[in-house]
């Protein structure tokens, strides 16, 4: 069974930048749709991007179109979130997701989790 394991997140300062990593293993990543969501404190998860496995296309929430960036390297079995230019309301937990289906959104529609990674945006 695939397993995903999210990495990158820390400390950064409001407009500073951070890349979270997503890698798999026991699988490849080349099958699915990733996703990123997140958590912020006392809040619901959060869909916030999501790249497509066969047309490597991008779909973004608007709450981070134009600061993040999704991207996949499937030979390294890799998906990034680049993130830039954050704000404290940025702090949450974040986690990468995969999917089956091409237009993944939903929670429901995602069938493997990697365990989430803190990101905190303060000065």
């Known amino acids: 069974q695939a397993h995903f394991v999210e990495s990158g997140g820390g400390l950064v300062q409001p407009g500073g930048s951070l890349r979270l990593s997503c890698t798999v293993s026991g699988g490849t990543l080349d099958h699915y749709t990733i996703g990123w969501f997140r958590q912020a404190p006392g809040g619901e998860r959060k869909w916030i991007a999501c790249?497509?496995?066969?047309?490597?296309?991008?779909t973004y929430a608007d709450s981070v179109k134009g600061r993040f960036t999704i991207s996949r390297d499937d030979v390294k079995n890799t998906a990034y979130l680049q993130m830039n230019n954050r704000t404290p309301e940025d702090t949450a937990v974040y986690y990468c997701?995969?999917?089956?289906?091409?237009?993944?959104?939903?929670?429901?529609?995602?069938?493997?989790w990697g365990q989430g990674t803190q990101v905190t945006v303060s000065s």
């Open positions: 997701a995969a999917s089956f289906q091409s237009d993944a959104s939903r929670d429901s529609q995602y069938n493997y």
């Open positions: 790249i497509r496995g066969s047309t490597k296309s991008e």
